[in-house]
């Protein structure tokens, strides 16, 4: 996957005179508290939002048996899981991408008017999570598990596997959005009554949070819903990552 390419970090935050401002402000900044504040200024919410090709996706799935007894439900499901284990190791799939999710043993009862309920089996699952990092691999490692077993499927969902580098793009155009938003803001001010409303310093800077939204493929949970050679899975082009701030600037 070719990644967009960023400006330096470093150099966007020097270029910056905004978060020039907020780093030399950050002793004061941090815990959201301000000295002296101005009784003039301006509060707004920055967005800054970074698009990128996924490079990983990440599939819930697994084995969902059913038994008179507890011991034979986990016997015939542990037989499914470490074969779908020996599959994904044949297929090359690193044992660390790999892991269980989620183990539950469940009784099975049938309600009876006017006396307890009767235990008549169990049923075991077992959910793992496997990190597939081969796109183009997706539909045929799917059907691979389907053939040894697996017949309970959650979620298949694509993200970006390092984040980071698009989370503090995404900060750095948050920040900007916020500034811009405050001059256009006190910019329509401009008149004969105030002549010099200008945007200050940096007052508080609070992130709001973020998001990365990965796309879900549809939900799937029988393998007789799977096709004979190749589950068919077409990657997103693209996810976005987010952040928002709420900035508080003073007023000239």
Not at 153 to 159: D, K, M, P, Q, R
Not at 196 to 215: A, D, M, R, Y
Not at 243 to 248: D, F, L, P, T
């Amino acid at each position: 996957m070719v990644r967009p390419h960023f400006k330096n970090v470093t150099e966007m935050i020097i270029n910056n005179k905004i978060l020039l401002s907020f780093l030399l402000l950050l002793p004061a900044l941090h815990g959201h508290q301000s000295v002296q504040e101005p009784d003039r200024w301006i509060n707004v919410t920055g967005t800054g939002k970074v698009s990128a090709s996924p490079d990983l996706a990440i599939l819930r799935m697994g084995v969902l048996s059913t038994a008179k007894t507890a011991k034979s439900a986990t016997d015939i499901n542990n037989a499914s899981i470490l074969k779908i284990f020996d599959v994904l190791e044949e297929m090359g799939v690193d044992e660390e991408h790999y892991e269980t999710a989620r183990f539950q043993i469940t009784p099975q009862r049938q309600y009876r008017k006017g006396l307890p309920p009767l235990v008549t089996g169990y049923q075991v699952s077992n959910i793992i999570v496997v990190r597939i990092y081969d796109l183009d691999r997706v539909g045929e490692i799917m059907q691979t598990t389907v053939d040894a077993g697996g017949n309970n499927f959650e979620s298949l969902s694509f993200a970006l596997d390092d984040n980071d580098e698009y989370v503090e793009e995404a900060r750095v155009r948050a920040m900007e959005d916020a500034l811009n938003k405050a001059e256009v803001l006190t910019g329509a001010l401009a008149s004969e009554k105030f002549p010099e409303v200008k945007v200050g310093l940096p007052l508080t800077i609070q992130e709001l949070g973020g998001s990365n939204h990965p796309i879900h493929a549809r939900r799937m949970m029988h393998s007789d819903a799977m096709m004979a050679e190749s589950v068919p899975v077409q990657a997103p082009s693209e996810l976005s990552t987010e952040v928002r701030v709420q900035v508080k600037f003073a007023l000239e």
